[in-house]
């Protein structure tokens, strides 16, 4: 994706007008510009410097994101260079507003002093207004050079919009001095004073002031949506400490390159992604996955830049740098999320791209209306002023990408990586979620679970010789008792004529004696295995573990049972993604006895077995003819169902070809964060659909009230001043409504809402249907609400309600509850007969 920077860009209609631009280019398969960031991201064929021109020939200006590294370049559009200047703006206009607002209402009003030349000289104070209200308007010249740049490229916008207001204002203002000295001229001093009540000076100077204040607000706001971008930036390291002949000699960090050997101290911050060479340490880690506990590392750990070493003295070599490390990574999504658009933003834009055409036809509409009426042309100008500066199309603009922002940085400071503004809105829309066993439910390698003695023998003598004879093997499952035996500080004794017979175990001679391992078959042919034996480890085997038999010159010493276990947090991950609503899906390649094993344990609803890498994929569309589906995963083999899903999550420790397949990545590879995404995909689409709300209703609101629609009833009237200051402050609310999401605890369960389930057909014919008697319905309308009533129940699917009959037929979804149903009917006011 090619990023450019925008200039001159006031509201939701630019951004509308640009995309429309350069999607019109040949070559452009996509556009996608940001109001928030003042950005736009182009994805095609198409050279820059058409790209640039068409951006040129709409009436806006464009560069090419420069800089040398990621960071650098995403800097240049979150560098806020307009605040300072607005600043500045603002403070030279509240200046010359000031003596405005004393001369025209201080002094009339309230009955200020003027100075003794000016007193009684109305034409002399009209002249002095329209001075300050000109030097207002000059030093706000951005508004009235936009706007009417926006007319001229047929593409008017908010500036359009503030621009005629405010013009309007002090071109009538002008006509009316001129009146005041021909009636002064004429010795017509009642025509003076009548004239001068009718000046609207201090409105043009007031709307340009009053919409710079809600614009320094909406960049002040603005700029806060960007702290998570700006704070990952800031953690990058500036130098390194890097090994050169045998010498440690600091560098820029861009000058460090794959291969280099660098050296980190404790505190310091780790540059460039990298592998231990050498050391001991704790690292933190927080900056990027959001865990708080340090991670030890040692020779042959990785490590990522912006990571602080908290212990040790690290020696690593360089193995991801500049824009490659992680941290450059992590920035890249947040931004692209970004740059892109959710799809609701797509209601917005359409409404944007007319709104102030629109508005300004209304404003005329009105003034013409209240002409016809009899109103004068002071009153009637006043309404269609009022209704110019009181449209807000930025309010519109706005309203989804402050939301994204905020919710893209809240996530990556959780570890939760949404790589586009789509995959953010579309998570939480999920009902499905098909999650991988291995390494994602599981831990991804074996652990030693049970160890049984046979009679005589003890546990430290069956771990010592598994631990001897096992040392020699390469097999997985020999892992996971070497791990066992060195946490235990289990001795190893050495082992003579060693021999690994493939398929079934391990035999040599330890101490004197033949010691054989390995599965039943084997050690059953070697040894007198006992009912008792056998019978514990047929149990392991239900459960889905591999029992491991061991024997000793002829006589069984025991089992010791090793499987892929849980997560820790599997279960519970597993439960809040149900309580919300979800169905959850467990897809492996194991057998059917062991799949099923490790699926009751983590409380799924439904276990697919032996399934291939190819068929997972398969599966995934299967199940999206059911409902959305998240599909998540960690190895090579879950890509392709990655790809199929609605929504792909990966854990961050998987293989590298799932994340780049993903729409999500979960940096801290805890499944708990699975249902932390939703969650927090959720709350940004609801912070969403507020933001256009008020949007919307402000709009709705405002226009008739600015128009005089409500004057003849309620006898409200506004004045353009007040209009300015609503406009100045919608935008401020909305982006300070998207802020809020700041404090969204994304792993808090407490305030999830449960959505109704999707559940596969064999799972309505497993659970069945029940057919109750109701009396008390007698039509149309009661079979309607007694169907609402019985479907709000979480283990009714579906609900078919029938007076004629006086029966409810009920498809569940799980183990009814005839006291709620019970319930539920008395309620909606019909009384339960029982079932039928």
């Known amino acids: 994706m090619k990023q450019f920077n925008i200039t001159g860009m006031s509201c939701a209609a630019c951004s509308a007008r640009v995309e429309k631009a350069v999607s019109s280019v040949e070559g452009v398969s996509s556009c996608s510009v940001s109001l928030l960031t003042n950005s736009m991201g182009v994805e095609g064929t198409a050279s820059e410097a058409a790209i640039i021109e068409a951006v040129e020939k709409a009436g806006y200006g464009a560069a090419i994101k420069g800089g040398s590294t990621a960071e650098a370049s995403r800097a240049d559009g979150l560098k806020d260079t307009e605040t300072p200047k607005m600043k500045r703006r603002l403070i030279a206009s509240l200046a010359f507003l000031i003596m405005l607002m004393y001369i025209s209402m201080g002094h009339t009003m309230l009955g200020f002093p003027l100075p003794s030349f000016m007193e009684g000289n109305h034409v002399m104070t009209a002249l002095a207004e329209l001075i300050l209200a000109a030097i207002v308007m000059v030093i706000n010249q951005k ?115 794959k291969g280099d050997f660098f050296v980190i101290r404790p505190g310091a911050s780790i540059p460039v992604d990298g592998i231990v060479v050498s050391g001991d340490s704790a690292v933190n ?31 690593c070599e360089a193995t991801r740098v500049g824009e490659d490390t992680t941290l450059s990574q992590i920035i890249k999504m947040v931004s692209d999320a970004a740059a892109t658009k959710a799809p609701i933003a797509k209601i917005a834009d359409k409404v944007s791209g007319v709104f102030v055409p629109v508005v300004i036809g209304i404003a005329l509409v009105t003034f013409i209306v209240w002409l016809i009426i009899g109103k004068t042309v002071g009153f009637s100008l006043a309404r269609a002023i009022s209704v110019l500066v009181i449209s807000c199309p930025c309010a519109l603009g706005l309203a989804t990408p402050v939301a994204i922002m905020v919710g893209s940085g809240v996530g990556a400071k959780n570890g939760l990586l949404f790589k586009t503004a789509v995959s953010l809105e579309e998570a939480g829309k999920a009902q499905i979620a098909a999650l991988d066993k291995t390494g994602t439910i599981t831990r991804g390698e074996p652990d030693v679970t049970d160890i049984i003695t046979a009679e005589g023998f003890t546990e430290q003598e069956l771990l010592h010789i598994a631990y001897s004879l096992e040392k020699k093997s390469e097999h997985p499952l020999a892992g996971a008792v070497m791990r066992y035996g060195e946490k235990n500080e289990v001795q190893a004794a050495e082992v003579s004529e060693f021999r690994a017979v493939a398929g079934n175990g391990l035999t040599g001679v330890m101490e004197g004696s033949r010691v054989t391992g390995g599965n039943l078959g084997f050690i059953g042919k070697q040894a007198e295995i006992g009912d008792k034996i056998a019978g514990k480890a047929e149990k392991l085997a239900e459960e889905g573990k591999t029992p491991l038999f061991f024997a000793k010159d002829g006589a069984m010493i025991g089992v010791i049972a090793v499987a892929d276990v849980i997560k820790a947090e599997s279960s519970e991950a597993v439960r809040e993604l149900r309580n919300m609503g979800l169905r959850v899906v467990m897809l492996t390649g194991d057998n059917e006895k062991t799949a099923n094993a490790i699926g009751k344990q983590a409380g799924v609803d439904e276990v697919i077995a032996g399934v291939l890498p190819d068929g997972k994929a398969s599966v995934i569309r299967r199940l999206r003819k059911k409902g959305k589906v998240i599909m998540v995963g960690d190895g090579i083999n879950d890509a392709p169902a990655l790809t199929a899903a609605d929504m792909g999550i990966a854990i961050g420790a998987g293989a590298d070809v799932a994340i780049d397949a993903a729409d999500v990545v979960l940096m801290k590879s805890s499944l708990s964060d699975v249902p932390a995404a939703v969650r927090l995909s959720r709350a940004t689409l609801r912070n969403i659909h507020q933001n256009l709300f008020w949007a919307f209703i402000y709009n709705i609101i405002g226009i008739p009230l600015a128009a005089g629609v409500y004057s003849r009833i309620f006898g409200w009237e506004m004045n353009p001043m007040f209009g300015a200051a609503a406009m100045s402050l919608s935008s401020f609310f909305v982006v300070s409504n998207a802020l809020r999401l700041n404090f969204f605890k994304v792993h808090d369960s407490s305030n999830d809402r449960k959505r109704k389930t999707v559940y596969q057909e064999a799972d309505k014919e497993a659970s069945g249907s029940v057919t109750l008697k109701i009396k008390g319905m007698m039509c149309g309308h009661c079979e309607a609400r007694m169907k609402k009533a019985l479907e709000e129940l979480t283990f009714v699917d579906e609900a078919v309600t029938s007076h004629e009959n006086g029966t409810a037929e009920l498809s569940l979804s799980g183990e009814m509850d005839e006291k709620a149903v019970k319930k539920a009917v008395t309620d909606a006011g019909y009384k339960y007969l029982g079932i039928k």
């Open 143 to 257: 508004f009235f050079i936009n706007g009417f740049k926006g007319i001229i490229h047929r593409s008017p916008n908010m500036d359009t919009l503030v621009a005629i207001g405010s013009g309007a204002s002090f071109i009538y203002s002008t006509a009316v001095l001129f009146l005041m000295t021909a009636a002064q001229q004429k010795g017509d001093g009642g025509a003076v004073m009548r004239y001068a009540h009718g000046l609207y000076f201090e409105s043009a100077a007031m709307i340009l002031t009053l919409i710079t204040v809600g614009k320094l607000l909406e960049s002040v706001s603005k700029g806060r949506t960007t702290d998570a971008i700006k704070g990952l930036m800031k953690l990058a390291p500036k130098t390194a400490v890097i090994i050169s002949d045998g010498r440690e000699t600091e560098v820029p960090v861009e000058q460090v390159k």
């Open 285 to 315: 880690e927080s900056a990027l996955t959001g865990e708080s506990i340090p991670v030890d590392k040692s020779e042959g750990s990785t490590v990522s830049a912006a990571t602080v070493n908290q212990s040790g003295y690290l020696r």
